[in-house]
């Protein structure tokens, strides 16, 4: 179940004592359903007010990209939104766009001096990214952003259902 500083567990994100989730956003950054919803309804309304002044600031997050926020009342004290792609088939560089988006987040735990992130499945539900490739995307992202990133501790992919929990257990194993 474990790869270097990689791990796997079965659960709620919005639950994981760490020093930072990854939120799967999208790009208005201002909730939505899911694990989205979840961090957000959690995590209070700190949350999006930290999104807002983002969106003030930058007008929100494109694809491949993250932005940090605090935690709000999670027992993580950050939250790194991250925005994945929305599946279509492959065509639009999609991969390259959820690997970015996993590399960014933990370029942004370094930046912040983060030793143990959590991610849920970025992209993987409403926006249909296949969950076997999502998989394979996501850990090979991951282990090539630590190789440079100083710091982080560990990273637990955090599968709230079954299937994404097996996928990554015999992925780690």
Not at 42 to 69: L, N, Y
Request: hydrophobic letters at 40%.
């Amino acid at each position: 179940m474990n790869g270097e500083h990689l791990q796997v567990v079965h659960g709620d994100i919005t639950r994981m004592e760490v020093d930072a989730v990854v939120n799967a956003a999208n790009s208005g950054l201002l909730g939505g359903g899911g694990v989205d919803g979840a961090i957000h309804g959690a995590g209070g309304p700190a949350i999006m007010a930290a999104c807002k002044a983002i969106r003030d600031k930058q007008g929100g997050c494109p694809t491949g990209e993250a932005v940090i926020t605090t935690g709000g009342l999670l027992p993580a004290p950050y939250v790194i939104h991250a925005v994945g792609p929305v599946w279509h088939g492959g065509a639009r560089d999609e991969d390259a766009q959820l690997a970015s988006a996993y590399r960014n987040c933990i370029r942004l735990a370094a930046e912040h001096h983060l030793r143990t992130i959590a991610f849920p499945n970025i992209s993987t539900g409403i926006y249909g990214f296949p969950r076997e490739r999502a998989a394979d995307i996501a850990i090979r992202a991951v282990r090539e952003a630590l190789a440079t990133a100083r710091g982080i501790e560990q990273v637990t992919f955090v599968c709230f259902d079954d299937e994404n929990y097996k996928l990554y257990r015999e992925r780690l194993s």
